[in-house]
């Protein structure tokens, strides 16, 4: 089992509307950067787990806790023109972007808000506080993991 960080805006979809969604699951998509799709299609799997950041919180934050629950396939709001995803160069037959589906596990107990990762050793060498990291998909070690979910507690 591999660890990801999966960043959202909290006004577009925020960790709540994960968990009000139907069996708390959602099609992870609309990432339109080629690193990150590579990600989606090849690399979360099945099982994996994810820590929901919500990008433009006041302040930034880890909201909660979701599980891969089905791998990469073809983002459907490419293929649709009515959607903000829309890409009229991806064609269907050889889908340009991918998304997966996510299980929302569990709020946190109190979000982890971007300042106190900053400021926690442990992370120190975490990518989402990396110069220059702004991937909307990162992989998170195991031990980063673990100190999240425990900053969560605090």
Avoid: C
């Amino acid at each position: 089992m591999r660890h990801w960080l999966l960043k959202t805006e909290p006004l577009l979809f925020s960790f709540d509307d994960l968990l009000a969604a139907p069996r708390r699951t959602t099609g992870w998509g609309g990432v339109r950067n080629y690193q990150a799709r590579n990600l989606l299609r090849d690399a979360l799997k099945k099982g994996d787990r994810a820590l929901i950041y919500h990008s433009n919180g006041d302040p930034p934050h880890v909201a909660g806790e979701a599980e891969v629950v089905r791998e990469g396939y073809p983002d459907p709001s490419q293929f649709d023109p009515g959607d903000d995803h829309f890409d009229p160069k991806s064609p269907p037959d050889a889908p340009r972007w991918f998304q997966v589906d996510v299980r929302a596990l569990r709020k946190l107990p109190k979000p982890v808000p971007l300042p106190l990762i900053r400021a926690t050793r442990a992370l120190e060498k975490m990518a989402l506080i990396q110069r220059g990291q702004r991937l909307s998909v990162q992989e998170v070690s195991p031990a980063e993991y673990q100190v999240i979910l425990a900053l969560a507690k605090q």
